[in-house]
């Protein structure tokens, strides 16, 4: 069941590299995705058991990020019908055949229980978005694609030099040489101190690089700025959570090992660092799909907050992961609707997109509240459980550095976000042929609701699961 779940996308792009027609071609996509978002249902509802060996087993934190990647790609894909429309300059077929192999890459990551087959998976995202990223084929969008392939190549290998370390440290603890998740567990405690010590900060700088933890985000403001919107939004709620869930499973490692506190110690400060770090870059910034990047720095930094923090913080991290990869498809796809009418990134000339873009403007106001933790959306409800456990706790330190930072954030990206939505139209500035149409609107428009209505009630399954996770890092089984 599972291997034919992680063929179908790659069945699927090896049609759109056959389909000659432009036109046709992107039909693909969403067919494809329909189908992946069925087959995870069945998959979540009725897992099938482990594989043989133990390389492939889906258990709670994998059916959380299956879940959002399959979520997401299914709203980009009817999307990108849509939005390839008006994009029909160049060819898509590189972009529809590297989108469904991405697909099958995510699917794998989230499946692997061996750490050397994760590590693979991730890099085959690294390499299949950035086709996707250079789309635009300009000069800024190669430069983006350049230094998203040197920097996530380097943090890659980084991880990999973790892993070595990891497998190291059994050799020299006399244990059995392995990469399989629960064996690591089993034998944490016993593994080399020093050798096991430095595989995990190899381990979380290397996939730290690949979230865009500051200071190791540098590529995503490039990245994130020149890609198409359906690109980013797989690069912001896709490539990140993949990139989330190998931390995940260094962090089930170390809390099994002697490291936990020490561990969530450095987690705790690189969260408030990268926190630090957007607040600083967001005050001003005259380009709104940068901002959106360092947004994006913000909020992997509040997950692995949540992380450091542990208990309680762990359910909200976990719904903040799932919170953040789904309001952040609404906010790129709206943005690139309002690049698109306008022509121009450049918030001096983007202004009162609720006039020439009602509903792609309604879109990114709306999802620019969600994602500031405003109520009564669910980031609002994962960033109180967060803040909730650091003040129970007694990190008051943490907490009030939490607060003061989400307050300066939110004032940053509200100065660039309302003039651009709720401003006056610029005199003289030339009218583009865009305009909202259901291809481009509608399925962000449910996604924004679905993100309403976990804000207001999380149902009892998704409730279930998210506690069967978060006791997973708390050491379960």
């Not at 250079?134 to 350049?146: D, L, P, Q, V």
Request: hydrophobic fraction near 55%; include cysteine.
């Amino acid at each position: 069941m599972i291997s034919l779940f992680l063929l179908l996308p790659l069945c699927g792009a090896l049609l759109a590299w056959l389909i000659p027609d432009n036109r046709r071609r992107p039909l693909v996509l969403p067919l494809f995705s329909l189908l992946h978002l069925s087959m995870t249902a069945l998959l979540v509802i009725d897992t099938p058991p482990p594989s043989p060996q133990g390389w492939i087993n889906l258990d709670s934190l994998g059916k959380l990020n299956l879940i959002s990647i399959s979520t997401l790609f299914t709203v980009c894909s009817i999307y990108s019908v849509g939005y390839l429309q008006y994009r029909q300059e160049r060819s898509n077929r590189t972009l529809c055949m590297s989108l469904l192999v991405c697909l099958s890459a995510m699917s794998l990551v989230s499946v692997s229980h061996n750490l050397g087959l994760l590590w693979i998976a991730l890099e085959a995202t690294t390499v299949t978005m950035a086709p996707l990223i250079y789309f635009n084929r300009n000069a800024r969008s190669i430069e983006a694609t350049w230094k998203y392939l040197l920097i996530c190549s380097v943090g890659i290998a980084i991880a990999l030099l973790g892993l070595f370390f990891l497998a190291y440290s059994t050799i020299v603890a006399k244990q059995d040489v392995t990469l399989l998740l629960g064996s690591l567990i089993e034998d944490a405690p016993h593994l080399h101190a020093v050798w096991r010590h430095a595989a995990f900060i190899f381990l979380l700088v290397g996939f730290g690089t690949k979230m865009g933890l500051a200071p190791l985000h540098t590529w995503k403001p490039d990245a994130y700025g020149e890609a198409p919107g359906l690109v980013g939004a797989l690069l912001a709620g896709g490539l990140c959570n993949c990139a989330f869930l190998a931390l995940l499973r260094v962090y089930q490692i170390a809390v099994a090992s002697t490291e936990a506190y020490l561990f969530q110690e450095v987690l705790l400060v690189m969260g408030l660092i990268s926190m630090a770090f957007a607040a600083v870059f967001m005050v001003r910034q005259n380009d709104f799909k940068r901002m959106l990047a360092y947004s994006s720095v913000k909020h992997v930094g509040i997950m692995v907050i949540g992380l450091g923090l542990g208990g309680q913080a762990l359910y909200g991290a976990l719904l903040h992961m799932l919170a953040n990869a789904l309001t952040k498809v609404v906010l790129f796809l709206a943005a690139g609707n309002i690049h698109r009418a306008y022509n121009s990134k450049s918030t001096e000339f983007v202004r009162g997109a609720l006039r020439r873009t009602p509903w792609s403007g309604a879109l990114f106001l709306a999802a620019f509240l969600a994602i500031n933790g405003s109520p009564p959306f669910v980031p609002f409800i994962s960033e109180f459980i967060i803040i909730n456990s650091a003040f129970v706790q007694g990190n008051f330190l943490t907490a009030g550095l939490f607060l003061l930072l989400l307050a300066i954030i939110f004032i940053g990206m509200a100065s660039s976000v309302l003039p651009v939505v709720m401003g006056r139209i610029p005199a003289g500035l030339p009218a583009t042929s865009y305009r909202d149409t259901p291809h481009t609107i509608v399925a962000p428009l449910v996604l924004m609701c679905v993100i309403l209505v976990l804000g207001l009630w999380i149902p009892q399954p998704l409730h279930n699961l998210l506690r069967e996770a978060a006791g997973l890092l708390r050491g379960g089984t």
